[in-house]
């Protein structure tokens, strides 16, 4: 079954209030394709979700869903299965009738429904509960059966509000992956939010990263993290957090407290930049390093597979992840030149060497 | 968890159970001087000093009230009535109170106090207005003529406990409904109401009580005895003898009059499964 895609045009949310909660935002998710809304809290992407799903109306704006146009639908009418952060089961039906309550409303015959509850039961492992109710299980079944609501229902569109959230850490990571497998083997387009890089990264096809209500970036896990389009998508994506020095451009170098930083050959921007290096990115050694710099160490956090380093040098602080040993009070530092990212200071759009960007 | 908290000092019990006792006695005296008296052979009620406990008791006032007034019909009337009127209230107010649970800006609390405003006048002021309406219909002696006052009468609470009980309810379970494709009404149906029992249980006893209890408008527009409801005919047994007070049998017909409402309240006040609402959310 061929389905077309979500496409999110120009939508933009004033609450009464007058807090601008989206301010022109386009996105689209394409058949069978994750994307995933992150940002920090505030940002407007559990707005936009909700707009999608039809809970608020947007102030102005258009969505079209599979060659149809869903703005003056009601929910109910826009075939989207939602996945709420609490859940909100119904407390007093039991997890079959949980289940099948969308099929019911739909006019799906008892067999078909009962056929189709059990399929979906046993696919997500709760199998076995479809006579409980939602109150005697536990968080993590509790959120299987919250997806298994939508997924029974086979709708043109998911919508996930921070699924994930309320799990502990163990069961997150478990729930991710089965989340993506899951997400592979349906025709229909998901819209994933989330506060948490990471769970972005790891499921998702596109990321729109966004903030104040505007998408700063769209684009492939791989691409945001190597090519953040602003320094706060920058920051945001890939942990530990990127290094960010801010400084003043003076003809080849950029002055960063007492730090000389080159700056490449035809890079454009103001006077004032920001530049980013990823603690991953980073070289330290315990001996000088060609272009690099003595620093001190201020900090060392085994991770395990690696050593996080907080480094001082001329009064900034620089991160690295190094390798997992004992590493002396000083050290030297250097990074590969094309690993840093550049960014105006003022605009914080990226800046990248040899024109436009 | 790790550790109880601490405890407040213990009260004494016996505090307790002399506050209990002291309260128990102050609520339920007057029904038990009632209960008695009912049950009183005629000489020992009247009798100085007090005769308490009557010797031996009798049920001679209850089948003497049944002999001389249609008290059963009384009854059959009353339960019609209250039921009709209890049902037609919680639906209205249950309509009510979901529009205005989920009613965003001031306009909710606006609303809310209108109705509690106009819960203040005394009825009285209804009751001439209100004759000759049912006058003009010709429901002078029909049911309706009490059924449509008393549901009417009684939104303005019955909608205060909903509307809380409604508003209470997770918003997500709502939006889930919607999503899911329940209509508002099927929503109110099966979402609403199921997870509200209790307070609509709470809402409908409330209703009925008063119904059951209410006097003024059964005794105007009540004027047939077939057609009286159980507090206007109590009022026939007192003021069908001329030289006497009977007060064993108004006493009598009091006690039957409660009973009904006692055993109402003792069934559902098992059946108000509270804590139902647990599990809906997480976090």
Redesign the interface.
Known sequence: MSRGPLIAKDLVKVF?DGTRALDGVSVSAAPGKVLTLLGPSGCGKSTLLRII???EHATSGSIELDGRRLDDR????RD???V?????????LSVAANLG??LE??GVGREERERRVRETAERLGIGELLAR?????S?GQ??RVALG?ALA?RPRLYLLDEPLS?LDALLREDMRAELKALFAGVDASVVYVTHDQSEAMSLSDRVAVMRHGRVLQCASPLELYARPATLFVGTFVGGPRMTVWHGVRDSDSLAVGGVRVPVPAGLPGGPRLAVGIRPEDVIVSDGPLRDGLEVVRRLAEPLGARTLLTLEAGGQIARAMAEPREWPERLWMAWPQNRLHWFDAETEARLEPGGGG | MSGAPPRAAPRPAWLLALGVTAMVAWSLGPALWQALTAIKPDAQITRVPTVYLPQPPTLEHVRRLFERLPFEAYLANSAWVATWAMLLCVAIAALAAAALARMPGPGRLRLLLVLLFISLFPPILLLFPLYEGVRALGWINHPIALILPYAALNLPLAVWVLESAFRQLPREIDEAARVDGLAPIARLWRIHLPLAMPSVVTAAILVFIFCWNEFMLALTFMTRHDAKTVTAGIASVGSASLFEIPWGQLSAAIVVATLPLVFLVLLFERRIASGLTRGALKG
């Open positions: 009464p799903a039809g809970l009601a929910p109910g009418e989207v299965g939602f709420f952060q609490n859940y909100a089961l119904y407390p007093h309550l969308a409303v739909r109710r939602p109150a005697q299980l968080g509790q959120q609501r229902r309320n």
